[in-house]
């Protein structure tokens, strides 16, 4: 799988957006983009994914340049419950066992401030 | 939906004993099953892969013997660490990947294993 790129750390304030990046330049037309983040001490939880187009759901935005080479996931009002280690992590396209698995980081850890 | 739960979600035991780990996917089945290990302030680090009916595969390094998985049933996975020793202590989690449509994993909250 592709390598990604995350700044260790960063901070935001409560109720600004949170802009995560990420770089995955050696990314390949068959891998998706995928976020998960962890809070202190639990299992990771999915957030989004996405192949070349900007994708959103109830928890994020998730916007993908156009070479696919880094993407960017916007928390549009963070809160202190976000704060996490976030991870951006590519993943094969193709279905099936081993093809889901998911190699992890060291993501950022993103905390928000009150 | 795609909820997976862990039991215990806390353990200690003494060196040398066994303890299990069960992984349930409580809302759907579970084609394939995934075994993480977490060390303080470090990432998730793969262990193993199960599917449902078959032996696990085993990533390099980790001992095949001594982390026994059971993926008896689509909806139940068990992680058995055999004669634990104080460097096992660890955070253990599993995540599950469906069929029907949950294409994602969906992680259980963790089990912390700590051997005296």
């Known amino acids: 799988d592709a390598k990604t790129t995350q700044p260790p750390s960063m901070d935001c304030a409560e109720g600004r957006a949170a802009n995560l990046p990420c770089n995955h330049s050696t990314i390949s037309g068959n891998e998706y983009v995928y976020w998960y983040r962890q809070i202190h001490s639990q299992g990771p939880q999915y957030i989004i994914h996405?192949?070349?187009n900007n994708e959103t759901n109830e928890m994020a935005s998730l916007i993908i340049t156009e070479d696919r080479k880094s993407s960017t996931l916007i928390l549009p009002h963070a809160t202190l419950r976000d704060t996490a280690v976030y991870y951006c992590i590519v993943r094969a396209i193709y279905s099936g066992g081993s093809n889901y698995k998911l190699t992890f980081g060291k993501g950022t850890l993103l905390t928000v401030n009150p | 939906g795609a909820v997976v739960s862990q039991h215990p979600s806390w353990v200690i035991c003494k060196s040398g004993t066994s303890v299990k780990i069960e992984c349930r996917s409580l809302d759907f089945q579970a084609t394939t099953m995934f075994w993480y290990r977490q060390f303080p302030k470090q990432s998730l680090m793969l262990m193993a892969t199960?599917?449902?009916?078959?032996?696990?595969?085993?990533e390099q390094g980790v001992e095949k013997d001594k982390f026994l998985i059971n993926h008896a049933s689509l909806t139940l996975s068990t992680l058995t660490v055999t004669s634990a020793h104080p460097e096992d202590s660890s955070f253990y989690i599993c995540?599950?990947?469906?069929?029907?449509?949950?294409?994602?994993?969906?992680f259980g909250p963790g089990t912390r294993l700590t051997v005296t």
């Open positions: 996405g192949l070349k």
């Open positions: 199960s599917n449902e009916g078959s032996k696990a595969t085993y």
């Open positions: 995540s599950a990947v469906g069929s029907g449509g949950i294409y994602e994993q969906y």
